[in-house]
C-alpha cells in the first residue's frame, strides 16, 4: 500500500509538473466535449446515461450517395455520426480519467494526487472554465 509522499521531498517537482499538465490537458478536451455535446457532468443522471449508452454502429457506417451517378457513392461523416465519435470519446476519457487518477493515488500517494488535481482544476478556470464542467468535484473526491 502506498504511502503518502511529501510533496517536494520524494516526488520530483519535474515529474509533478508532467502530472499535473497532463491531468490539464485531459481534464480540458472533456470540459469541451462535455460543453460541445450539452452534457452537464456534474449531473450524476447525465454521466450515467452517457457511460450506459451502447455504441451505434449503423450511425459509424453512415454512408451518402453523391448526386452526380457517375461520382458513385463516398463515405461523409454526417453530424449524427459526429456526435457519436465525440459521446464515444467522451465516455473513454472519462474512464482513461479514472484510470490516470488510480495510478496517480498508486504512485504518488492521496496527498499529492489531490494537490494535483487541485491545480489542474485551477488551470481550467484560469482557462475561463467554469468549476465542475469537467464533472470533477474534489470536495466528494477527495472526502474533504
Known amino acids: ?11 520530483h517537482a519535474d515529474r509533478r509538473h508532467q502530472m499535473e499538465a497532463a491531468m490539464a490537458t485531459l481534464n480540458m478536451r472533456i470540459a469541451r466535449l462535455a460543453i460541445a455535446l450539452g452534457v452537464a457532468l456534474d449531473n450524476e443522471g447525465e454521466v ?3 457511460m450506459s449508452e451502447e455504441h451505434d454502429t449503423t450511425v459509424l457506417h453512415e ?3 453523391s448526386a ?17 465519435h465525440q459521446r464515444q470519446e467522451l465516455r473513454g476519457l472519462l474512464v482513461m480519467r479514472y484510470e490516470v487518477e488510480k495510478r496517480y493515488v ?10 494535483i488535481m487541485i491545480e489542474a482544476e485551477q488551470q481550467l478556470e484560469r482557462k ?14 477527495f472526502n474533504t
Open 48 to 50: 450515467a446515461g452517457l
Open 106 to 115: 498508486d504512485d504518488a500517494g492521496v496527498t499529492v494526487t489531490h494537490q
Open 128 to 141: 475561463g472554465f467554469k468549476p465542475g464542467v469537467d464533472g470533477i468535484d474534489l470536495d466528494r473526491l
Open 63 to 65: 454512408r451518402r450517395v
Open 1 to 11: 500500500m502506498p504511502i503518502d509522499l511529501p510533496p517536494q521531498d520524494e516526488l
Open 68 to 84: 452526380a451517378p457517375h461520382e458513385g457513392g463516398h463515405a461523409h461523416v454526417g453530424p449524427e455520426c459526429r456526435v457519436a
